[in-house]
């Protein structure tokens, strides 16, 4: 192959670090290099139901990607794939057409509405930037407009989260923070907000330890989340939501519903004729796609089967990261010519669930289990252990989290 091209699509956690890798890995003689995103930027969307929340501004949660890639070294685009073309080696953009020697896909995610009527049309999501700042700027609109209309809304300050997972929880713990500060700023009484998460499963955060669910549930309460689980969501309203909870249909009206019980992987995985299981490429051990051997697969689009449970790994953001090391080394030797590529084998380090800026909860090293204060500096830890990996001391400094004692 003489000097190939490689395409990374997506600057998400696998393309960045895997982008990163091969910067630091090949010469600039040996490939050449293109990452091809949507926005000039890259953000940690682990940090997004901060900024959807308003608890942290949306500018520390992106990162420009000139900051951390090198532009000597690598071509950067700034355009939307619409779609991919394997068997031509071919990516479409919306502005032009890429050929590729060896594809690096991590297209990121979508949600997933399972068809429950209104849901794509009435509810938020906690996307990207855009979308948790609309999330945003909406509550506190409704917030302002609460004493500027003749006859009180309680749709305004009833703020519904669908999904009980990592996402749901997580934003429903910085809304406890900041519904205080909001109801200071616009003269209600936080007695008459309430912030309601509905589950479908029997308890929130399913699979993870029942103790630590346990705490992180009585926090949460104790600063005003309402918690109604067992109940399934049949209909998003503009103006409410409608819920099925032991054979009995529920509605509570809501100016804010806030979607975050599923995702799937980017649709174009599926539409650009990739074997796919659930929407994602059940990629080889060492991470390439079913049926090509020049395009390997990362981050959400690619579905790893635990074979101890018989269930795909989640699409965390520690495993994107650790999946693009091996990425990046079975590239190179794809470049070099070598025909031995390493099998990725996911290293769950732990796992730690924010509940606002001064609580948390994570089981760490070897199941142990951290809530309070201690999990709250673990969780700042592993953020500020991604920035530096990333982009070294400098960005770190620039982006880290550092506010450990409150």
Known sequence: ????????????????????????????????????????????????????????????????????????KVNFIEDTVVSI????????????????????????FEAATFGIPGLEEHAFTIGNINSARLIKEHIEYNFAMYHNEKEKNQGRLNIVVGGGGFTGIEFVGELANRIPELCNEYDIDKALVRVINVEGSPSVLPGFDPQLV?????????????????????????????????????????????????????????????????????????????????????????????????????????????????????????VQGKDELEAFEPKILGTVASLGHTDAIGVVLNQRKIFGWSATVMKKVIDNRYLLKLGGPGLLIRKGKFNIFY
Not at 87 to 98: Q, W
């Open 214 to 334: 346990e705490y992180a549930m009585n926090s949460l309460e104790s600063r005003g989340v309402e918690f109604i689980t067992g109940a399934m969501l049949k209909e998003c309203k503009p103006d409410s939501i409608v819920y099925q909870k032991d054979d009995k249909l529920e509605e509570i009206p809501t100016q804010t519903t806030v979607w975050a019980a599923g995702v799937r992987a980017n649709s174009i995985v599926e539409a650009s004729g990739f074997q796919t299981n659930r929407g994602k490429a059940e990629v080889r051990p060492d991470m390439r796609a079913p049926d090509y051997d020049d395009v390997f697969v990362i981050g959400d689009c690619a579905l790893i089967m635990n074979e101890e449970t018989g269930r795909p790994y989640p699409p965390t953001a520690q495993i994107a990261i650790q999946e693009s090391g091996i990425v990046a080394h079975n590239v190179k030797s794809l």
């Open 85 to 108: 073309k394997p068997d031509e080696k071919k990516v479409k953009l919306e502005n032009s057409v890429l050929d590729y020697d060896i594809l690096v896909l991590g297209l990121g």
């Open 1 to 72: 192959m003489n000097k190939p091209n490689i395409v990374i699509l997506g600057a998400g956690y696998g393309g960045m670090m895997t982008t990163v890798k091969l910067q630091k890995s090949l010469n600039i003689n040996e490939a050449t290099i293109t990452l091809v995103n949507k926005n000039d930027y890259h953000y940690q969307s682990t940090w997004l139901h901060e900024n959807a929340a308003g608890t942290l501004h949306h500018d520390r949660t992106r990162i420009p990607v000139k900051d951390v890639v090198n532009m000597s």
